[in-house]
T-cell receptor, first 109, second 115 residues
Framework: GQNIDQPTEMTATEGAIVQINCTYQTSGFNGLFWYQQHAGEAPTFLSYNVLDGLEEKGRFSSFLSRSKGYSYLLLKELQMKDSASYLCAATDSNYQLIWGAGTKLIIKP | GAVVSQHPSWVICKSGTSVKIECRSLDFQATTMFWYRQFPKQSLMLMATSNEGSKATYEQGVEKDKFLINHASLTLSTLTVTSAHPEDSSFYIC???????????FGQGTRLTVV
């Protein structure tokens, strides 16, 4: 079956760095997305990785290893507004999005 | 990024009535639209996928006669919850993409409460 695993919850301190991991098993693979979702709101797009390696976008970076079925989202210089759920989603051979359950990130002062 | 507008943002309806939720892509042509349902503190659950001009593909366990999806144009898809019941109360979110290898953009979501 198809499966996405990510931690349920993580806690970090304002100003610090946090890495949210995601492992996936899908029927075929056509890229991996990261989304941010604040409580009560719809998800917003953060990143899309197709090739192996690290993609940096300001304070957020996303890494992909296709051979390991692994990705992570790295958040630097954490701010209180970064408190949210972070959703990992992989696209399978039919370009269907397979969603993880999300990682709730709690930022403490 | 591209804009997807979903309307209404929230709706309260009486049990037995029908509710229509609209999802519009404002600055791109949405060849594919997705409808999701999300319960509190849970992940997105895909309900159906629709391609413009063709019938929606429903996920297993989703009643297509209860959740009517219409994708009549490249910029508009609608989800109608028919004969709504309290257990249909949820957060419904649409998303759209213009091709298979691009990111999906989300609407703002609709919080439905059936009383």
């Amino acid at each position: 079956g198809q499966n996405i695993d990510q931690p349920t919850e993580m806690t970090a301190t304002e100003g610090a760095i946090v890495q949210i991991n995601c492992t996936y098993q899908t029927s075929g693979f056509n890229g991996l997305f990261w989304y941010q979702q604040h409580a009560g709101e719809a998800p917003t797009f953060l990143s899309y990785n197709v090739l192996d390696g690290l993609e940096e976008k300001g304070r957020f970076s996303s890494f992909l290893s296709r051979s390991k079925g692994y990705s992570y989202l790295l958040l630097k210089e954490l701010q209180m507004k970064d408190s949210a759920s972070y959703l990992c989603a992989a696209t399978d051979s039919n370009y269907q999005l397979i969603w993880g359950a999300g990682t709730k990130l709690i930022i403490k002062p | 990024g591209a804009v997807v507008s979903q309307h209404p943002s929230w709706v309260i309806c009486k049990s037995g009535t029908s509710v229509k939720i609209e999802c519009r892509s404002l600055d791109f042509q949405a060849t594919t639209m997705f409808w999701y349902r999300q319960f509190p503190k849970q992940s997105l659950m895909l309900m159906a996928t629709s391609n413009e001009g063709s019938k929606a593909t429903y996920e297993q366990g989703v009643e297509k006669d209860k959740f009517l999806i219409n994708h009549a144009s490249l910029t508009l898809s609608t989800l109608t919850v028919t004969s709504a019941h309290p257990e249909d109360s949820s957060f419904y979110i649409c998303s759209a993409r213009d091709s298979s290898d691009t990111e999906a953009f989300f609407g703002q979501g609709t919080r439905l409460t059936v009383v």
